[in-house]
């Protein structure tokens, strides 16, 4: 799992700051994981996030932004709680999911959403 910041995550996923129309960057469907450090529910995503890394490797990419070192990023999403979930397919609109997910639906987003199988 690879930390975003603004600068990484305009040049890797989407440059929100010149582009307004949506134009995913990636080579893979994505995960986004909007989390802070002192957040509960954060510290229990991470490691399920970290199992389908492994599980998903070279099918799709998992990232993480600090909604607290990267507030320009989190507003540019409307990220207004933690943790927040960003799924990008490879060809339709990312779509957002709030709160603490479990592993099963995780792999159900990734299958539905992001057309991983």
Do not use: H
Not at 7 to 29: C, H, M, Q, R, V
Not at 64 to 92: H, R, W, Y
């Amino acid at each position: 799992m690879e930390q975003l910041t603004k600068d990484t995550f305009k040049e890797k996923i989407f440059d929100f700051e010149n582009n307004s129309e949506w134009a995913y960057k990636g080579n893979l469907p994505a995960i986004i994981d909007f989390y802070a450090d002192w957040c509960g529910p954060c510290k229990m995503v991470a490691p399920v996030l970290q199992e389908l890394s492994g599980e998903y490797a070279g099918k799709v990419n998992i990232y993480k932004v600090n909604t607290d070192q990267e507030p320009e990023l989190s507003g540019a999403f409307g990220i207004q709680s933690v943790p927040s979930l960003l799924f990008i397919p490879m060809e339709d609109q990312p779509r957002m999911a709030a709160g603490a997910l479990p592993k099963k639906v995780f792999q159900e987003i990734i299958k539905d959403v992001l057309k991983v199988n």
